[in-house]
């Protein structure tokens, strides 16, 4: 089993940053795919951007079109943590944001984007945007 612990959450104004964290334990994520998605209120959960194990210590990395070129995913092994830097904040990235990973050996680029494919989640953090 693999627990996943978010972290970074927060308060920030319109075009700030924040750093949000995935904490993994139970077991090494290296060959895991991880992904963030956000939940607004009243909103189905979407996705924002993955990490793809594709074999050895290569990865490729899947942003959504609405944070493509802010927000940038990036993974530390020897911590077993993957981040989710987010520039140029807007209010509308205001959303509850969940890490979530999969063991599955093989996905497809599709599946990156899909929330059936992963089968860990965190708790989720709050990351409010103010106008």
């Known amino acids: 089993q693999v627990q996943l612990v978010e972290s970074g959450g927060g308060l920030v104004q319109a075009g700030g940053s924040l750093r949000l964290s995935c904490a993994a334990s139970g077991r090494t994520i290296s060959r895991y795919h991880v992904g963030w998605f956000r939940q607004a209120p009243g909103k189905e959960r979407e996705f924002v951007s993955t990490?793809?194990?594709?074999?050895?210590?290569?990865?490729?990395?899947y942003y959504s079109d609405s944070v493509k070129g802010r927000f940038t995913i990036s993974r530390d092994d020897a911590k077993n943590t993957v981040y989710l830097q987010m520039n140029n904040l807007k209010p509308e990235d205001t959303a509850v944001y969940y890490c979530?990973?999969?063991?599955?050996?093989?996905?497809?680029?599709?599946?990156?984007?899909?929330?059936?494919?992963?089968?860990?989640w965190g708790q989720g953090t709050q990351v409010t945007v103010s106008s």
């Open positions: 979530a990973a999969s063991d599955t050996p093989r996905i497809t680029e599709q599946g990156t984007g899909e929330t059936g494919t992963y089968n860990y």
């Open positions: 990490t793809r194990w594709m074999s050895g210590s290569t990865y490729y990395s």
